[in-house]
């Protein structure tokens, strides 16, 4: 009995052993399969390169040294297509939809009259978005250049299509305010999607400055790029930052980007790190900012001294009120509401409301003007806020 027993016992354990060696062969030849699916979606972003293969650095990211934004914009446009087939060939999901949708969103983007895709990188992490620049204009020859640094939730999928019209719409304001004040009217606006911003209003990482530190990093090396790729020695740069942009851009300009631009504007700002324009390599004649009366973020830039993001952007400073000496703002303010410019022909602007309005409508705001004439490196132009009583 016993013996039969362990007969059976044996029989079914070889049948077992057979089962499992023939699943471990199915299955190391599933992983063999997935190994080859892998290797041909990420293969040039993992290990050594293909011997066909350029480094990946030159695969990956934009090279602007030679300040050729034909070259430039054709490069980008390649390695454009390259990264539409990557992800195309992504399985299904939220990764390849958000990849792809950042595609036919910077695809849009460059439907725009006179615009370049000045700036582009394959993320590392797929589930990143895709940074990239676009440029109304030739930044690199023109007389005046502008950046344009987005807040919260400006993904590029979400914003690049609409910050590269705003950019032509401000070109073409500053390009009216130009004629009529002499200036020259070889301009180019930038939008900068180089970053990485909080998903929404709402998510934790607003309340932290650990993206804006890392996108001032970013954002002081496209800076440093473009200035030293630039062709014309007499060339002004002026940046502009909205939201948490702005904190982002003022990291940046703190920790020296300052060298590479002219004037800055931040807008809708929760805080940019700064008790003062000298704090961030700036001066009150080149330093603004521009706040609508009711813009929510206000009372999160009250609250900035708090989080360790410097000064209330919109701190008012009262003087000796007998001694005659009027409140004035910490910084620099610029007009928001509506009223009258200085120059001729394009005197009456209309208003700013909310916090999203800031850049919109560039020919027809009076933040679009004071954009304008900042960027034309003309603040003697810009119509200027005192506080209200």
Known sequence: MLIRIANRGLDQLSEVVSRTQAESVSVAHHLRGLLDLYEDLFGDLVGEPAADDEPDEAIRVTDLSSGDIERIDRANRELLQGMADEYSRLPDGQIRTDRLADIAAIREALTVFDSHLLYLEMPADPSQMIPAATAVGDPFRADHVSVSVPGVSSTTRAAVAGMTREAEQL???????AEKAGESTDIATVAWLGYQPPPTLAAPEVLTDDLAQAGARDLTSFLRQLDGASHNPGQTTALFGHSYGSLTSGIALGDGASAYVDNAVLYGSPGFQATSTADLGMRDDNFFVMSTP????????????????????????????????????????????????????????????????????????????????????????????????
Do not use: C
């Open 171 to 177: 070109r073409i304001e500053a390009t009216q305010v």
């Open 294 to 389: 009711d813009d929510p973020i206000n009372a999160i830039g009250a609250l900035a001294p708090v989080h360790g993001w410097g000064s209330d952007p919109n701190e008012v400073i009262y003087g000796d009120v007998f001694g005659g000496e009027a409140p004035r703002y910490r910084f620099p303010h610029l007009e928001t509401d509506a009223g009258w410019t200085p120059v001729p022909g394009l005197e009456y602007k209309t208003g700013a409301s909310g916090h999203s309005e800031y850049p919109r409508d560039a020919g027809e705001r009076m933040t679009g003007y004071n954009l304008a004439v900042i960027l034309l490196d003309r603040p003697d132009l810009a119509v200027t806020e005192t506080p209200r009583p």
